[in-house]
């Protein structure tokens, strides 16, 4: 009965298109999008708010593929790829309002240790620092490790790759997913929780969500609900064949139910936050990330709940960091201006012509390519979960933006057809 409900309420809604015609249209141009041979998609789940209310839900594709085979829904969970890291951040403004957290603080107060690029020792690094991908840690020595590593010797044991030696902390942009492991860690100390309940506790809960950053914890139906992610290429290559099968890449629980990092037995809460990856590992469906849009866009509030204060969701949003020509790696002209968390897309980036200026985030791993975009002034976002790629992304190059091709099709069709009406 609550499945048969639930879809529905995926009719009605998309009904609700201004009219079921423009609702049909759009279902075609998406499923088309996803069946495009020269960019096939194992699955698809889309959702666009208009005027603070959603406007538009659809799937299409599978959220196994196989002896397993089960489509995808408007309750399937995918891994989110780095938009985590701005779910994670939502939990970190709500330590700020309890005081735990301060944004302009030396991080090291929060640890319990110094925290210092080495080549720039006098320079503190704060947690705004490390929101804004400014902070000068780097990728190059990893960014996620096991319960049994102490994230500190990563951090202070003199290993190279982890430290800029040419811009410190404050100086300069390069996107880096370190910072959230080490967020992730602050959160940790302050809290005395192990983070994967902590977010449990702090966005998940209060806001009826389903999912989390550990499906070992998952219940039954929760699991069964989880997408799994494909490529047409094996794990360990980089070989792509288009005409081959989909391949599993993660989260492949039709196989092997999902299992607690190795030693998490002995794992010593703040010692590590990478373990639960604050960075890319949260499992969410579009559906209740559609429910947090419209939390944003009500100001934090969610049925009547104050999940955030206004004022963090406006500083969370507002401009921390934009390019001047010389102060950042902008990944292709992808990264302009950046927000506590958030990346913020002007005019032009993110729909083909134009008229849909935004903050959120992007996704990408694992065959995974997602995108959370939100017009909090206006009331108009969208958010669209690619389930798996069958071409190699690179050749499917977007025509005005950094994105994939792909992901432009979706957005302005989505933007055309359930904001504007078109």
Known sequence: M??????????????????????????????????????????????????????????????????????????????????????????????????????????????????RNPHFPDKAITLRMLLTHTSSLRDEA????????????????????????????????????????????????????????LMKRLLLEPMGLRGGYNPAEFSAAEIDDVATLYRKRAVDTELWNPDGPWIAQVDDYSARPPVAPANIGNYVIGSNGTL??????????????????????????????????????????????????????????????????????????????GGFSAAGHLGEAYGLISTFVVDLERGNGMVSLIGGTGADPERNPGRYSAMTRSEERILTALYRRAILGQ
């Open 142 to 197: 990893g960014y996620s490790w096991g319960a049994e590593v102490a994230i500190r010797d990563k951090l202070t044991g003199g290993e190279s790759g982890v430290w800029a030696s040419n811009a410190g902390p404050g100086a300069y942009f390069t996107y880096t997913n370190l910072n959230w492991g080490v967020i992730g860690t602050i959160m940790e100390k302050v809290s005395g929780e192990r983070f994967d309940r």
């Open 276 to 353: 639960f990856s604050p960075t890319g590992g949260l499992r969410i469906s579009a559906s209740d990330m559609g429910k947090i849009m419209l939390m944003l866009i009500h100001h934090g509030q969610h049925q009547g709940r104050q999940i955030l204060q206004a004022e963090s969701v406006a500083l969370m949003f507002s401009q921390q960091w934009k390019y001047d020509g010389g102060n950042g790696d902008t990944y292709r002209g992808l990264y302009q201006s950046w927000g506590l968390g958030s990346q913020r897309f002007g005019d032009g980036s993110l729909v083909e012509g």
């Open 2 to 115: 609550k499945r048969e409900m639930q879809a529905l309420m995926g009719m009605l809604l998309m009904a609700g298109v201004s009219g079921g015609g423009l609702a049909a249209t759009l279902d075609q141009e998406l499923a088309a999008i996803a069946a495009d041979p020269a960019m096939p998609l194992a699955s698809l789940s889309v959702l666009a708010v208009r005027g603070g209310k959603v406007q538009y839900q659809y799937q299409a594709g599978q959220r196994r593929i196989g002896a397993h085979a089960a489509p995808a829904r408007a309750d399937t969970l995918y891994r989110i790829a780095s938009i985590s890291k701005m779910m994670t951040t939502f939990g970190v403004m709500r330590l700020v309002e309890q005081h735990r957290l301060a944004l302009d603080t030396d991080v090291g107060e929060f640890l319990g240790y110094p925290l």
